[in-house]
């Protein structure tokens, strides 16, 4: 039995897609299809989408930014990153990212290794048709979110007092 994995294409749009908080996430390749190495996603985040601050435990993360401008909090530092450039979170980092801009932002996200997919799929909402308006189903995603982030390694920094003054795309 090989420990590689298998080479595939994935042709565009033809992921399974899943409505995050405001943002429409495309599986570009799952733990399934890398033998457990990584999971890729494209994101697509609206002005004012992005998640809270939080933690992995289980997986170091990584984004490339292919449209728009995103600010990214990392630990207790803020950059903006643009097209072309890349950002790199290793695992148990605070981080969250968020567009303040007025146009769509569109990125690739990498965990590595794989298995936070099955977070997704669990928590958030199949998405048919991802260039339609997202559900307004925020407070729900939001329960099944910290229901499930401790079965995944996550941790969400809502209410932790440090991370308040911090929060990228909120106001404090």
Request: charged share 20%; aromatic share 12%; proline share 9%.
């Amino acid at each position: 039995m090989s420990t590689q994995a298998a080479m595939f294409h994935r042709p565009a749009k033809s992921g399974r897609s899943f409505w995050g908080p405001g943002d429409a996430y495309t599986f570009l390749v799952t733990g399934e299809e890398s033998n457990g190495a990584y999971f890729a996603m494209e994101a697509i985040v609206p002005q004012g989408g992005g998640p809270p601050p939080h933690i992995h435990t289980k997986e170091d993360e990584t984004f490339f930014v292919l449209e728009g401008e995103c600010t990214f909090r990392l630990g207790d530092e803020t950059v903006t990153a643009c097209r072309g450039d890349f950002v790199n979170v290793p695992r148990g980092q605070v981080h969250n990212f968020f567009n303040a801009s007025p146009d769509q932002l569109r990125m690739i996200i990498t965990f590595t290794p794989a298995g936070l997919e099955k977070f997704f799929e669990e928590t958030l909402e199949p998405a048919s048709d991802p260039t339609q308006a997202p559900p307004d189903d925020i407070d729900g995603i939001s329960a099944r979110y910290a229901a499930a982030a401790p079965r995944y390694g996550l941790e969400f920094l809502l209410d932790s007092p440090e991370s308040a003054p911090a929060l990228v795309g909120a106001e404090a």
